[in-house]
């Protein structure tokens, strides 16, 4: 009996060393998010367009974080592909004034490209209008940025997203409301629903802008949640939401709007979170 236990033991001991050496190592599996993606698209608004940060008034696309070719701001494309191929292979769809019922347009043009990143930073003009009644509605918001989803999944399944969350307009009033010059600026309307009547601290006034401040923060709330069902979606976890901005980084022109420096800042959020090996917490 003992015999036959220790020859079945080794013919077992045999079949598993003989397994082991003759079974081939698994392949790695690919990782879903590429940290060196090799083309760039922007979509969103006037921040991606760059503007008011080199002339007043006006677009400066080649100051833009995402794909900007100014060597001062240093964009997420530039760090990412160098020079010479940002300026083949990264494209700037983003246009001024655009809200969040825009975006679907703006990811089919980015779609035709069939980018490996493709940047979104869109929603303060949801939030920046004559009226608080006038923001858009939390669920059209969800409706159309689940639409833009769609149109890019459609058209570039594999292309991976970069989602910005809006910046705070709370923060911004806060930091630029003591320049006068920006205070006579803010008088022609810019982003009225926060940056009206700047220095009226009467309760309703208070009530308005926190009104803002909650309608910015749930948008972000839907950017987190409409991309963490996207697998190929990165949030940046509220970096541009929570960063503050000082005067060195608005520009002098509205005090709204970042300048060169703060586009360079935003550039560099966006670079860690895309180079992260995990996703932003």
Same mark, same amino acid.
């Given at each position: 009996?003992?015999?036959?236990?220790?020859? &079945?033991?080794?013919?077992?001991?045999?079949?598993?060393? /003989?397994?082991?050496?003759? $079974?081939? #190592?698994? *392949?790695?599996?690919?990782?879903?998010?590429?940290?060196?993606?090799?083309?760039?698209?922007? &979509?969103?608004?006037?921040?991606?367009?760059?503007?008011?940060?080199?002339?007043?008034?006006?677009?400066? #696309?080649?100051?833009?974080?995402?794909?900007?070719?100014?060597?001062?701001?240093?964009?997420?494309?530039? !760090?990412?592909?160098?020079?010479?191929?940002?300026?083949?292979?990264?494209?700037?769809?983003?246009?001024?004034?655009?809200?969040?019922?825009?975006? *679907?347009?703006?990811?089919?043009?980015?779609?035709?490209?069939? #980018?490996?990143?493709?940047? &979104?930073?869109?929603?303060?003009?949801?939030?920046? %209008?004559?009226?608080?009644?006038?923001?858009?509605?939390?669920?059209? +918001?969800?409706? /159309? +940025?689940?639409? /833009?989803?769609?149109?890019? !999944? $459609?058209? $570039?399944?594999?292309?991976?997203? @970069?989602?910005?969350?809006?910046?705070?307009?709370?923060?911004?009033?806060?930091?630029?409301?003591?320049?006068?010059?920006?205070? %006579?600026?803010?008088?022609?309307?810019?982003?009225?629903?926060?940056?009206?009547?700047? %220095?009226?601290?009467?309760?309703?006034?208070?009530? !308005?802008?926190?009104?803002? @401040?909650?309608?910015?923060?749930? @948008?972000?709330?839907?950017?987190?949640?409409?991309?963490?069902?996207?697998?190929?979606?990165?949030?940046?976890?509220?970096?541009?939401?929570?960063?503050? +901005?000082?005067?060195?980084?608005?520009?002098?022109?509205?005090? +709204?709007?970042?300048?060169?420096?703060?586009?360079?800042?935003?550039?560099?959020? $966006? @670079?860690?979170?895309?180079? /992260?090996?995990?996703?932003?917490?």
């Amino acid at each position: 009996m003992t015999a036959t236990l220790l020859a &079945v033991s080794g013919a077992l001991a045999g079949c598993s060393g /003989s397994g082991d050496g003759d $079974a081939e #190592p698994s *392949p790695r599996p690919t990782p879903v998010w590429n940290r060196s993606p090799a083309s760039v698209a922007a &979509v969103g608004d006037s921040i991606t367009r760059g503007f008011d940060a080199c002339v007043v008034l006006a677009d400066c #696309p080649q100051a833009s974080w995402s794909t900007g070719t100014d060597s001062e701001v240093r964009s997420l494309a530039l !760090r990412l592909l160098g020079a010479p191929a940002t300026k083949n292979r990264s494209w700037n769809h983003a246009q001024t004034g655009a809200k969040m019922s825009d975006l *679907p347009g703006q990811m089919a043009q980015a779609a035709q490209r069939e #980018p490996e990143l493709v940047t &979104v930073m869109v929603g303060a003009n949801d939030a920046c %209008q004559d009226t608080a009644r006038q923001m858009t509605p939390v669920d059209d +918001f969800r409706t /159309s +940025f689940e639409a /833009s989803m769609r149109q890019l !999944r $459609a058209g $570039a399944p594999k292309a991976q997203v @970069y989602v910005s969350s809006v910046p705070d307009l709370k923060r911004l009033w806060s930091t630029g409301r003591g320049n006068p010059l920006g205070r %006579q600026i803010w008088k022609l309307g810019i982003c009225a629903t926060m940056l009206g009547d700047s %220095q009226d601290m009467s309760e309703r006034a208070k009530k !308005r802008r926190d009104n803002v @401040y909650e309608r910015v923060v749930a @948008y972000n709330g839907v950017l987190k949640d409409v991309c963490a069902k996207d697998r190929r979606c990165r949030y940046d976890g509220g970096a541009v939401f929570d960063y503050r +901005f000082t005067g060195e980084q608005l520009s002098h022109w509205d005090w +709204f709007h970042p300048s060169k420096n703060g586009q360079g800042r935003l550039a560099e959020i $966006a @670079y860690r979170n895309v180079t /992260s090996a995990k996703p932003p917490a």
